[in-house]
């Protein structure tokens, strides 16, 4: 079955960021491997211990049929990470009471960009950056 999903990379705080995010939306991770769990490639140093505890993937269902996914970036393996205003998650709750819940939570020590506020367009409309410097973007058709 098709379907769309979110995926985030961080530098060594992934697990901390999905825990966030779990206590957030709740439920269980439906796949979660680490580093030492993935066969070093030929000429690849090896991993250091820290490493390899950190995130290889995990998977979160979060709302409807959407899933976040998300890695540990590794600079010994070449990589870097530059967070930008490149993209937001867009939620879409059924209500207004779980948009304020889910908002709530997620701006825990992040930024709120727009207080939920209701907009000439008809939804229940808020942003914000959460504490890992990912931002959301809340749209609830709930009328009053």
Do not use: K
Not at 20 to 39: A, K, L
Not at 71 to 95: K, Q, R, V, W, Y
């Amino acid at each position: 079955m098709a379907r769309v999903s979110t995926y985030l990379n961080f530098m060594g705080t992934t697990e901390e960021a999905f825990e966030f995010y779990r206590r957030v939306f709740g439920g269980e991770f439906t796949f979660i491997t680490r580093m030492s769990d993935v066969p070093p490639m030929q000429g690849q140093s090896p991993l250091t211990e820290s490493e390899q505890q950190m995130i290889m993937h995990i998977e979160l269902p979060t709302l409807g049929d959407h899933s976040l996914m998300g890695t540990d970036a590794l600079e010994s393996m070449g990589h870097t990470l530059t967070f930008g205003n490149n993209f937001s998650i867009n939620l879409e709750p059924d209500t207004r009471a779980e948009a304020d819940r889910l908002y709530a939570g997620l701006v825990e020590g992040g930024e709120a960009t727009t207080p939920l506020t209701d907009m000439f367009w008809g939804s229940y409309f808020g942003l914000l950056t959460d504490r890992f410097g990912v931002q959301w973007m809340f749209n609830c058709a709930e009328n009053t």
